[in-house]
């Protein structure tokens, strides 16, 4: 069965700061691979999302991921983190064949201090 | 872009009752359905998958007869949590995709607190 690791639990930095956290998957078939957000109090939103192509992928709010096949991981990049960031991020994947649903890592919460 | 609906957002109800919770999709045909359930700390965790108009796949470990699942249209689908319990208490989210798109939309999730 397929299965996502995300190795930081939380993390806490200092605005400014980049951010790279960390994502990796089992499955050796082919994958679709998602980054989700959720702002405290909200519900889970899309920040970016990988299906072929550059494997450098270019999220919302100045995120980007990385796709390394080679590594099955897709960590989540930000050059300069802000307090807004604060939320907690959960990676997910699922292979393209058939009709399977997400596969979610256990998330990181990223707090952001001024 | 396509929206998913989920209500109520926040329920309590005593132990022993049954609660509904609805996901429809706004904008699109939803052919396939999935609900989660969040525990606080943790991550989702699949619960069943349903098809419009077939029986829900469950996940090992949900009771079927406890969490039942209804999807009779392409645009809602429901949760009823049967006689719940204290340790029923989680957040439940739903999420949709439609039989041409990848994209999962998610619901804003439901709050069950039972006492």
């Known amino acids: 069965a397929q299965s996502v690791s995300q190795h930081n639990h939380h993390v806490i930095l200092s605005e400014a700061a980049s951010l790279e956290l960390g994502c990796n998957y089992s499955y050796g078939g082919t994958v679709n691979l998602f980054w989700y957000v959720q702002y405290p109090g909200q519900h889970l939103q899309l920040l970016l999302k990988?299906?072929?192509?550059?494997?450098l992928v270019k999220g919302i709010k100045g995120f980007e991921a990385e796709f390394i096949k080679s590594k099955f991981s897709f960590n989540l990049r930000k050059p300069s983190v802000q307090w807004s960031d604060t939320a907690e991020y959960f990676c997910?994947?699922?292979?393209?064949?058939?009709?399977?649903?997400?596969?979610f890592g256990k998330g990181t919460r990223l707090s952001v201090i001024a | 872009g396509a929206v998913v609906s989920q209500h109520p957002s926040r329920v309590i109800c005593k132990s022993g009752t049954s609660v509904k919770i609805e996901c429809r999709s706004l904008?699109?045909?939803?052919?396939?359905m999935f609900w989660y359930r969040q525990f606080p700390k943790q991550s989702l965790m699949l619960m069943a998958t349903?098809?419009?108009?077939?029986?829900?796949?469950?996940e090992q470990g949900v009771e079927k007869d406890k969490f039942l699942i209804n999807h009779a249209s392409l645009t809602l689908s429901t949760l009823t949590v049967t006689s719940a319990h204290p340790e029923d208490s989680s957040f439940y989210i739903c999420?949709?995709?439609?039989?041409?798109?990848?994209?999962?939309?998610f619901g804003s999730g439901t709050q069950l607190s039972v006492l």
């Open positions: 349903s098809n419009e108009g077939s029986k829900a796949t469950y």
């Open positions: 997910a994947v699922n292979e393209i064949s058939g009709n399977t649903p997400l596969v």
């Open positions: 904008d699109f045909q939803a052919t396939t």
């Open positions: 990988y299906f072929s192509g550059d494997p």
């Open positions: 999420s949709a995709r439609g039989q041409f798109n990848e994209k999962l939309f």
